[in-house]
Nanobody, 119 residues
Framework: QVQPVESGGGLVEAGGSLRLSCTFS????????MGWFRQAPGKEREFIAGIVLSGTNTYYADSVKGRFAISKDNAKNTVYLQMNGLKPEDTAVYYCNIVMGRQPAFDSWGQGTQVTVSS
């Protein structure tokens, strides 16, 4: 099973933006529906965004709808998460995975990328 490599996190002020990337070493993004998840300290990992295999439809958790956008580039084998209007409650480690609806398809995760939003 191929693990993704997430990147693009960092420290940003409230209201700012970040763009996260998730890249696989083998063809994965063009073969499966993909999603982003996050885990805040002391909380369970939660689904936040998904994109269907064709890339034509996306869906989001209510907490990020209208602020975050998921996209993918099959040629680069990469999934992106554009995050705008960041809030302190968005602070978490962000992960990507193959999805089945709003659930991860595999219980195997990359190292994630830390996003910290200051107030």
């Amino acid at each position: 099973q191929v693990q993704p490599v997430e990147s693009g996190g960092g420290l940003v002020e409230a209201g700012g933006s970040l763009r996260l990337s998730c890249t696989f070493s083998r063809r994965t993004v063009s073969a499966y529906p993909m999603g982003w998840f996050r885990q805040a300290p002391g909380k369970e990992r939660e689904f936040i965004a998904g994109i269907v295999l064709s890339g034509t439809n996306t869906y989001y958790a209510d907490s990020v709808k209208g602020r975050f956008a998921i996209s993918k580039d099959n040629a680069k084998n990469t999934v992106y998460l554009q995050m705008n209007g960041l809030k302190p409650e968005d602070t978490a480690v962000y992960y990507c995975n193959i999805v089945m609806g709003r659930q991860p398809a595999f219980d195997s995760w990359g190292q994630g990328t830390q996003v910290t939003v200051s107030s």
